[in-house]
């Protein structure tokens, strides 16, 4: 099995303060700091990457004002793990995103900065490189808050230290389906590692997609986190080989008819509801990893989130109804499908 | 100078309004900043009438003072409520929440990389060393001396601040 079959992306994320600046729930009364605090920003990240900049509600940026980007938008940014759900409830928040989508620097979250570097397949070493040489570029213009033993610090205690969570997104059906995931997530939350679903808790219908991710980690250093969440990756890989093993030797030839049968489905629907595409797809890839199928993995990954909801209300430029998505949902799996075939 | 109030803490903020100015520390002048915006005070009487010697309520209100941070304004019950500090100064001021907090998480001190390190040693350069870029820099520099009354180095900075908005390398 390769591993580019069950490893989907690597993200990592800072949470950062700055000095004589209340966190974000406390901001309102404090627009003259926060302008200038923004300015900076918004300059540094210019200065480092092509970016838009999205804001939560109406706010004047480095003298622009800058329209709330609207539910639609917002949701779409959740929809493919741009922005946090979270981001969305702050009255002063908002994010500069790259062009080329691998990095978000989201201002008043829960933290007055929150940067991100997400790349496809299992790179969080390189992530962090790239995500922190726009971190010391903002330490450079901001009096970034720091105490001696505690670390970053941050307005949740949980996140005090290096402020830093490193995130593997993985799709590991056999293991749910076989019902050892249950036990993995106990054991391995027993070592400040969390396991959960990234579309959903308990999400099997949802394309069995997990993100692996460091808990409270205070006192740990990057490269402790990096190493730790790396070797949970790599167990789990082998594990999830192991339990694929496990069902083809249970199913045969019957998990081979449901991945075909829904690989028949993704090519051949016209119109195509949210989770039955994400059964689908889910089946399809397991028929990758099985050899029964080829296509090329990396592009079914970046399939999955251009047919979400709100993502494809946006790509329409206006709202849909859910029947008017499903046919857009059909019409462009189709096509990625027949598109992503390698010999 | 001490505040003009509490009589305690250093002046960290002068008010000035129509009914004549007052010095204030940061912990009252963030609490007048709150009673206003609330609509609990008219001004500076109504404020300072609160905390008259013959109010019934001064001795409570400056008793509960203690627990504000000076920075934001953020009391130790709504720390405990939401999990979740103010401000940077609130681990200072509330340090003993923040050890209780830490020990909670394992208490292991943090030995990983501090990025401003190279930030530091940047912003620890000659005045004449600094460019159009350290701009932001120098203003928040001019900040810190004037509020510690650093009269000289604060000339300085401005100065610099001066020069470079000049055009002048």
Known sequence: MNIQDV???SRIRFARNINNLPFP???????????????????????????????????????????GAGDYILTMLVENHLISPALGRSKLGGAIISKDKTISVMFNEEDHLREQCIL????????????LEIDLALHDKLDIAYKKGLGHITACPTNLGAGMRASVMMFLPALDLGGDLRRLIKKYAAEDVTIRGVYGEGSEAKGFMYQISNQAAVGWSEEKIIAKVESVVKELCQLEEQA??????RKGV??????????????????LGSDEFMINIANVKLGVGYGLLKLDIPSINRLIPKVLPYTLSVKAGKKLSPH???????????????????? | ??????????????????????????ACFQRYRLLKAAGEIEGLSDYFYMFDEFNPITAYLVRTSEMVCPSCGTNLNAIKKDYKFGCSKCYDFFSDQADKY???????EYKGRYFGYESKKKQSRKLSEMTVDDLPLLMRKLQEARDNQELSRAQAIDRRIQQLKGGKQ
Request: hydrophobic share 40%; aromatic share 8%; proline share 1%.
């Open chain 1, 7 to 9: 490893i989907v992306s």
């Open chain 2, 102 to 108: 830490f020990e909670e998480l394992g208490g292991q």
């Open chain 1, 244 to 249: 694929r093993r496990a069902i083809w030797d």
């Open chain 2, 1 to 26: 100078m001490l505040c003009g109030l509490c009589k305690k803490r250093p002046v960290e903020a002068i008010v000035k309004t129509d009914e004549g100015s007052a010095n204030l520390c940061g």
């Open chain 1, 324 to 343: 008017e998505r499903d046919i857009m949902r059909a019409k462009i799996v189709r096509e990625a499908l027949l598109a992503c075939k390698t010999k």
């Open chain 1, 25 to 67: 729930h406390l901001l309102a009364g404090n627009e003259a700091k926060l302008q200038e605090f923004l300015n900076t920003v918004q300059n540094v990240c210019a200065s480092k990457f092509d970016s838009d900049l999205y804001t939560v509600n109406s706010m004047n940026i480095g003298g622009n004002l800058y329209e």
């Open chain 1, 254 to 271: 019957n998990i081979e008819d449901q991945i075909m049968r829904a690989y028949g489905t993704l090519l051949f629907a016209r119109v």
């Open chain 1, 120 to 131: 496809e397949g299992f790179r969080l070493k390189e992530a962090y490189e790239r995500l």
